[in-house]
């Protein structure tokens, strides 16, 4: 099974450009299939890694940033990879 775990950050105006380092930067305890890193406006950070893993797997996932670089709590999701019909 393939899981997709997402974790989504907004910066602080203007750090948008210090968030995407931040996230760039920081290591993972394990090496996840594939990593992705997307920006959109208004400083969000968006990043997708893909594990062959069941979906309920301890999974490493990145950390939260200092308070000071984004403007709320970071959101996470998890999802399973569906074949396609």
């Known amino acids: 099974m393939t899981v997709a775990l997402m974790w989504e950050a907004r910066a602080v105006e203007g750090r948008g450009a210090d968030l995407l380092a931040w996230v760039r930067q920081q290591p993972l305890a394990d090496e ?3 990593r992705d890193v997307l ?5 969000r950070v968006l990043v997708i890694t893909w594990w062959d893993a069941p979906y309920d797997a301890d999974l490493p996932e990145l950390p939260e940033p200092d308070a000071e ?3 709320r709590a970071v959101h996470r999701w998890r999802f399973e990879a569906l074949p396609e019909h």
């Not at 920006?39 to 400083?43: K, L």
Request: glycine share 0%; charged share 25%; aromatic share 0%.
């Open 69 to 71: 670089l984004v403007t």
């Open 32 to 34: 996840p299939l594939r």
């Open 39 to 43: 920006r959109a406006p208004q400083d």
